[in-house]
C-alpha cells in the first residue's frame, strides 16, 4: 500500500512538473512572439530590430535541458514562419529550403545553446556576464546564419560594383547589432533577478 501511495506520488509530481515546464515555456515563446511582431524597425527583405525578443527563449535554454531548449527554439523558428515568411527572389527548391533553414530554423534554433554556454562558462564570473557571453555569442551565430543566407540567396539585391559578403555583412549587420546590443543590455541590467528564477549562480 506504501509503494503505490510513493509510485502515485511519484507520477502526480512528475505530470505537475511536465505541466509546469509546458505552461512556462509557451509563455516565454509567446512574449518572444509578441516582442518579435512590434520591432523597432524591419528591413524589406526580412530582418527586424526589436526590442528584445530573443531574451525569453534563451531563458528556456537557461532554465531547462538542451533537449527541451532546442524543442522550444525550433518552434519559436516556425512560429517566425507563419508570421511573415520572406520567400527567395529566386524562386527554386533548393534557396526555398535554404532560406527555411538559414534564416529560420538554424538562425532561431542556436538560441538553445544560451543555456549551456552559461553554464560552460567560469563559474567565479558573475552570472550576468556569463549570461551576457552566452547571449553575445548565441546572437552573433544566428548573424552568421543570416550573413550566409545573404551572401547564397540575397545577394542579387547588392547594388552593382557592392561585394555580395559587404552587402550581406551590412545588411544584416544593420539589426542583427542592435538585436545583440538590447539582449545583451537587458542580461547585464536584468541579470540578477532572471538568475534567481532560472539559474544559480553569484550576482
Known amino acids: 500500500m506504501e509503494t503505490n501511495q510513493k509510485q502515485l506520488s511519484r507520477t502526480t509530481n512528475a505530470r505537475a512538473t511536465t505541466t509546469k515546464t509546458l505552461a512556462e515555456s509557451a509563455i516565454l515563446v509567446a512574449l518572444a512572439t509578441v516582442l518579435s511582431i512590434y520591432a523597432v524597425f524591419k528591413l524589406p527583405s526580412g530582418g527586424a530590430a526589436t526590442i528584445g525578443s530573443m531574451v525569453p527563449i534563451m531563458l528556456v535554454s537557461l532554465k531547462y535541458p538542451l533537449s527541451w531548449s532546442l524543442t522550444v527554439s525550433f518552434a519559436f523558428s516556425m512560429i517566425k514562419i507563419l508570421l511573415g515568411f520572406y520567400a527567395p527572389p529566386v524562386g527554386t527548391v533548393f534557396n526555398y529550403a535554404l532560406v527555411i533553414l538559414l534564416d529560420y530554423v538554424v ?6 545553446l544560451a543555456g549551456p554556454i552559461t553554464r560552460a562558462l567560469r563559474q567565479d564570473w558573475s552570472i550576468r556576464i556569463r549570461m551576457v557571453i552566452a547571449t553575445v555569442s548565441c546572437l552573433l551565430l544566428r548573424f552568421f546564419c ?3 543566407s545573404g551572401i547564397i540567396i540575397w545577394g542579387v539585391y547588392a547594388p552593382a560594383g557592392q561585394p555580395v559578403w559587404l552587402y550581406s555583412l551590412l545588411y544584416n549587420g544593420s539589426y542583427m547589432l542592435c538585436e545583440i546590443l538590447v539582449s545583451g543590455l537587458i542580461m547585464y541590467f536584468a541579470g540578477p ?5 532560472f539559474v544559480k549562480g553569484k550576482d
Do not use: D, E
Open 107 to 112: 538562425a532561431f534554433s542556436v538560441l538553445c
Open 146 to 148: 543570416h550573413f550566409l
Open 193 to 197: 533577478k532572471l538568475a534567481a528564477l
